[in-house]
């Protein structure tokens, strides 16, 4: 599943995310299917990054992924 995940991150996350200066670091993977990342660069600091969070990396992560349950910040 990890390796899943850091592909849906470098190909659909990632260049997004760089447009606004951003980027997303995969921190863990639990066996219950939490993702957690954190969030960096101009994301880290940026007001709607609950937002980005939810409607971009959660979304694409569980589009293409199956058992991810959620997707949390850390």
């Known amino acids: 599943m990890q390796e899943e995940i850091k592909k849906v991150l470098d190909e659909e996350?990632?260049?997004?995310?760089?447009?606004?200066?951003?980027?997303?670091e995969l921190v863990e993977v639990t066996d219950d299917?939490?993702?957690?990342?954190?969030?960096?660069?101009?994301?880290?600091?940026?007001?709607a990054a609950q937002i980005t969070l939810i409607s971009v990396v959660e979304k694409a992560i569980?589009?293409?992924?199956?058992?991810?349950?959620?997707?949390?910040?850390?």
Do not use: N, Y
Request: charged residues 20%.
């Open 13 to 24: 996350v990632r260049p997004m995310l760089s447009m606004h200066g951003g980027d997303v």
């Open 33 to 47: 299917g939490i993702v957690k990342v954190r969030l960096t660069g101009g994301c880290a600091s940026c007001p």
């Open 62 to 74: 569980k589009s293409k992924v199956p058992g991810v349950k959620k997707v949390e910040a850390v």
